[in-house]
C-alpha cells in the first residue's frame, strides 16, 4: 500500500473558501493573521505529504500521539507525541507518518504578521519537533476552532477562529517545553501557590523551600519566566486583590490592609500607589467600571 496524504476515519480537513480568504486579508481586524486551512487527523498511518511547489502559508503541526518526521532543506526531523513544527511559507518540504502511525492537529495561517509569529514559536528551527506537552485548554481551544468552522465557513465564522488562533499560538509561543520538571511549570506553582497565600505573609525563603530550591535560583528562574522577583510579583497579587475590595465592597482601607497580609497601612499604601500609580483612597474615588 503507497502512503496516502489524506482519508483517515474520524479525521476533519477544513479548508475556507477562497473568497473569505481574500476578505480576510483586507479587513483589519484580522489581516495580520488568519486561518486559511486547519484540522485533525487521528491515527493517520502511512501518512505522507510532499509539496515540493511552494505555498503561500504557513504550517503549525502538534502530534499528540504516536511519531512522525519532517524533512525540510534535505534534513530530516523525528516528530515525537507531544511534539510541535512549524514549516515556514514558500519552502519545499516533505512530512508523514512511522510505520505506527501518529494523531496530529494542524493549522496553516496567513497574515502580515504569521511570518514573526512562525518565527517566535519556534526561534526559527523550521521542522524541527519542539516539546509542547498536551495542554488541556489549549487542545480545547483548537477543537473549539474546528467544531465551529464544522458548523458551517461564514466571514463571522472565519474572523472569529482567526482571532481565536492569537490566544492559540500565543499559548504555543510561551507554554514550551512545559514537562512536569520544567522552569516553566516551577514558576506556574509557584505562582499557584501565592494566589492561595495572597491573604498571608509569604517570604521568599518560605517559597523557595517549598520548591526545594536556593532562594537565587528560583529568583532567577522566576524573573527570567516574568520579568518581575518572586516579592514583587507577590506584592502585585496582593494589590490586585486589595483592588477587588475596593471596587466592590465598603471595607475601610485599614481593614483591606489587614486582610491582605499587611500589618503597616503606610507601606501598605505605598506598595499600592508604586503598582497603581495613586493611593488607595484615590482609586476608590474614581470608579473603575
Not at 37 to 64: K, M, S, T
Amino acid at each position: 500500500m503507497s502512503p496516502k496524504r489524506e482519508g483517515f476515519k474520524g479525521q476533519d480537513l477544513l479548508v475556507l473558501p477562497e473568497e473569505i480568504k481574500q476578505e480576510m486579508a483586507e479587513n483589519s481586524l484580522t489581516r495580520q493573521l488568519y486561518i486559511t486551512n486547519i484540522g485533525y487527523f487521528p491515527l493517520a498511518e502511512e501518512h505522507l505529504v510532499i509539496r515540493d511547489g511552494f505555498i503561500p502559508q504557513h504550517i503549525l503541526i502538534y502530534c499528540v500521539g504516536g511519531e512522525g518526521w519532517c524533512e525540510i532543506a534535505g534534513v530530516r526531523h523525528i516528530i515525537r507525541e507531544d511534539n510541535f513544527l512549524v514549516i515556514p511559507a514558500n519552502t519545499a518540504h516533505k512530512y508523514g507518518s512511522s510505520v505506527e502511525g501518529w494523531s496530529l492537529y494542524w493549522v496553516h495561517f496567513r497574515g502580515s504578521s504569521s511570518g514573526m509569529i512562525a518565527e517566535a514559536m519556534c526561534k526559527g528551527k523550521y521542522g524541527e519537533g519542539i516539546i509542547f506537552s498536551k495542554h488541556r485548554e489549549t487542545l480545547e481551544l483548537i477543537r473549539k476552532m474546528i467544531d465551529d468552522l464544522n458548523r458551517g465557513m461564514t466571514i463571522d465564522s472565519c474572523s472569529l477562529n482567526s482571532m481565536r488562533l492569537w490566544h492559540f499560538l500565543g499559548d504555543v509561543i510561551y507554554f514550551q517545553n512545559s514537562e512536569i520538571d520544567e522552569p516553566e511549570n516551577i514558576i506556574e506553582k509557584a505562582i499557584s501557590m501565592m494566589i492561595v497565600r495572597v491573604e498571608e505573609v509569604f517570604s521568599l525563603e518560605e517559597m523557595s523551600e517549598a520548591l526545594k530550591l536556593s532562594p537565587p535560583y528560583f529568583c532567577r528562574l522566576f524573573k527570567n519566566k516574568t520579568g518581575h522577583s518572586p516579592v514583587d510579583y507577590f506584592i502585585r497579587l496582593k494589590i490586585q486583590r486589595a483592588c477587588n475590595y475596593l471596587n466592590f465592597t465598603n471595607m475601610k482601607i485599614k481593614d483591606i490592609c489587614e486582610e491582605i497580609g499587611y500589618s503597616d497601612p503606610y507601606y501598605f499604601s505605598r506598595s499600592f500607589k508604586k503598582v497603581m500609580g495613586q493611593s488607595p483612597a484615590q482609586y476608590r474615588k474614581n470608579p473603575q467600571w
